[in-house]
């Protein structure tokens, strides 16, 4: 099985980051990550609305200029979005100017289309270079993850992937999920029995501090 919790360790590493929520009650952070994707997108707000749950949503900017009224239609149903850069980029492939430049064009279509400036920012695939790191956490709160779903990996039968992260979610857990095409299918038969095994244990969600 892959890695779906992080070891504490990392958090040790790095304690800048925001690894987890805070452990008052039985309370999750839900996140979703490379949207707004049409057919996606708008199918994980109708499964969240059904158990009037609230999640935050990392926004691709180019994703945001090609739907904005589905990135819209996130905003308006309460939920937080957060800066994922503009095109996906990966931090260990990228310059750090053309990465930050890259962060600051999301930023941009956020705030032009939406209305929207937001303090949080999870970097694409999880990784970032230190000087990255250091530029973006001047103005933004840098999110990672304490649970991650490992929905995009068509391999691991959905039960599996259920069972693991239902046995692992806690107080504080900060929960990553994927609204994208790649990860259409298997979330369709991932998130709503992770979303029904929240509700039945009593949790409900809170959102990231910034």
């Not at 708008?42 to 739907?67: C, Q």
């Not at 992260?165 to 990553?176: D, E, F, L, M, P």
């Amino acid at each position: 099985m892959p890695l779906i919790q992080l070891p504490s360790s990392l958090a040790l590493l790095y304690p800048n980051r925001l690894w987890k929520g805070v452990e008052l009650g039985r309370k999750v952070s839900l996140t979703f990550d490379d949207g707004p994707v049409p057919g996606v997108t708008d199918w994980v707000l109708e499964e969240l609305a059904k158990r009037e749950l609230n999640a935050t949503f990392f926004m691709v900017g180019d994703n945001v200029r090609k739907h904005p009224s589905l990135a819209q239609e996130v905003l308006s149903a309460g939920h937080q979005l957060g800066n994922h850069t503009y095109h996906h980029l990966s931090g260990w492939k990228t310059s750090t100017d053309t990465y930050l430049k890259d962060v600051a064009a999301c930023d941009a279509i956020l705030e032009d289309t939406l209305g929207v400036q937001t303090s949080l920012f999870r970097p694409p695939y999880g990784w970032m270079k230190r000087r990255q790191a250091r530029e973006v956490a001047k103005d933004k709160k840098i999110v990672m993850w304490s649970l991650l779903s490992y929905d995009f990996d068509s391999r691991l039968a959905p039960e599996k992937i259920i069972q693991v992260c239902t046995s692992r979610t806690s107080s504080g857990s900060i929960v990553v999920f994927h609204d994208q095409e790649k990860t259409k299918e298997q979330l369709k038969k991932v998130l709503p029995n992770y979303l029904d095994f929240l509700v039945g244990e009593g949790y409900s969600t809170q959102p990231l501090q910034g």
